[in-house]
């Protein structure tokens, strides 16, 4: 089958390799037919990623058809259209028991290399997913392929960094980063009751996308962001802020826009291994600040449900629809910033 294989740093392409076959007997082979790029298969693609080796399958945003299921999956058959999280997990650990899905203790990161799971990606015409009963969702009817797939990443991981802020209806909110999953955790702010949204990026383009969501732009090479939300906000700040780059710069940022007593939730990625925590602010300024690994399982029913109910629609990102063939042009447009979310179709 084909698939697009990381052969370095910055270079991918699109090879055959093998079809992957049942292993345990509780997963399933999926048929891949949208696959999407996402921010963190740049991190491998910058060779920023421990353990991802070149040879090794890409990508982990997908819907597909259900090709075979190993003889314990009772949930799921062939045939079935399904969705499902970048991460997997059993179900059945401790950590899963505790609803903490994201530590299964069995679980890791369809291709993201050996330090999480060495599971193959689902870039590619065919993906194994293991504990399919639980990893696979069914996908309703009237939902579409290209929503459904941003409820096994992106739009998830939006929703679930606002939920974790514990938003309250009629708060302002500010999310730092403008690629899809700034734009996810804008609509997700909206859906969850934000009175006013800031969206604050390098890129003048990706923000003024934010704005026709209805948040206030704030292109951060042209304007301070802090100046600007003191000047809209009367000089307290905003409630929430969500991070959604990854790294030192835009998590200093989010101290200085969040109001005292207010939440910083991060979900960017990055490889950096410490930041230099501002402690006497946060104490002061009784502060929390939350940062994780999306908990996909969690929270990708409600997130189905608002794609049903028409309440939210991620393919607005969308920007390019390539073949999985052209994937290596797809990485170069994405990386440049040329491309909003890019959609492989197998
Ligand atoms: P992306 O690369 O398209 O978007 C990142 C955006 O940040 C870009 O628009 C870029 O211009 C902007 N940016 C960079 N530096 C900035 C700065 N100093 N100030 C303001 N904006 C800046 O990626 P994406 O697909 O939107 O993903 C965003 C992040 O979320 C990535 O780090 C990705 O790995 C991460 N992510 C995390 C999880 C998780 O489980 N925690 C899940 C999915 C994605
Ligand atoms: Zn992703
Ligand atoms: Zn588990």
């Known amino acids: 089958m084909k698939a697009v294989i990381f ?7 699109v090879e055959s390799v093998p079809e992957p076959v049942i292993v345990e007997q509780s997963d399933a082979i999926v048929r891949v037919t949208t696959a999407a790029i996402c921010g963190s ?10 353990g991802t080796l070149p040879g090794m399958t890409l990508g982990h945003e997908y819907v597909g058809i259900v090709e075979e299921v190993g003889p314990q ?26 609803g903490a899905y994201n530590q299964c203790e069995r679980g890791g990161v369809l291709g993201y290399g050996i330090a999480f799971g060495n599971y193959a990606g689902s870039q590619a015409q ?33 929703y679930g960094a606002v939920r974790n802020s514990g938003l309250l209806p009629g708060e302002t909110v500010a999310v730092i980063g403008a690629g899809p999953v700034g734009l996810m955790a804008v609509m997700s702010a909206f859906v ?25 732009p704030i292109p951060s090479k042209e304007m301070n962001a802090k100046a600007k939300i003191n000047e809209v906000t009367g000089g307290q700040g905003v409630d929430v802020v969500i991070e959604a780059v990854g790294g030192t710069p835009t998590l200093k940022l989010a101290f200085e826009l969040v109001r005292g007593g207010g939440r910083v939730s991060a979900v960017g990625i990055t490889s950096e291994d410490k930041f230099e925590f501002p402690l006497m602010q946060s104490l002061v300024s009784d502060l929390t600040f939350r940062i994780g690994v999306a908990n996909i399982h969690r ?36 990386d440049e910033k040329k491309a909003g979310k890019v959609l492989l179709k197998v």
């Open 7 to 13: 052969k370095g740093v910055n270079d991918v392409k």
């Open 41 to 50: 298969d740049l991190h491998i693609y910058h060779g920023k990623i421990p």
């Open 73 to 98: 999956v009772r949930e799921v058959r062939k045939g079935d259209r399904v969705v499902g999280p970048f991460h997997v997990a059993c179900g059945m650990c401790r950590s899963c028991r505790r």
């Open 126 to 158: 065919f993906v194994r997913i293991p504990f399919a009963d639980f990893n696979l969702r069914k996908i309703p009817k009237d939902v579409s392929d290209e929503k459904a797939l941003f409820a096994g990443d992106i739009l998830t991981t939006a």
């Open 192 to 216: 969850l009751g934000a009175s006013q949204v800031f969206s604050i990026d390098l890129v003048k383009e990706r923000v003024e996308q934010a704005a026709a969501l209805g948040a206030i």
């Open 299 to 334: 929270d990708i029913d409600a997130v189905l449900a608002l794609l049903q109910a028409g309440r939210i629609d991620p393919t607005t990102t969308v920007t390019h629809r390539l073949a999985l063939e052209e994937a290596q042009e797809g990485y170069r447009l994405f």
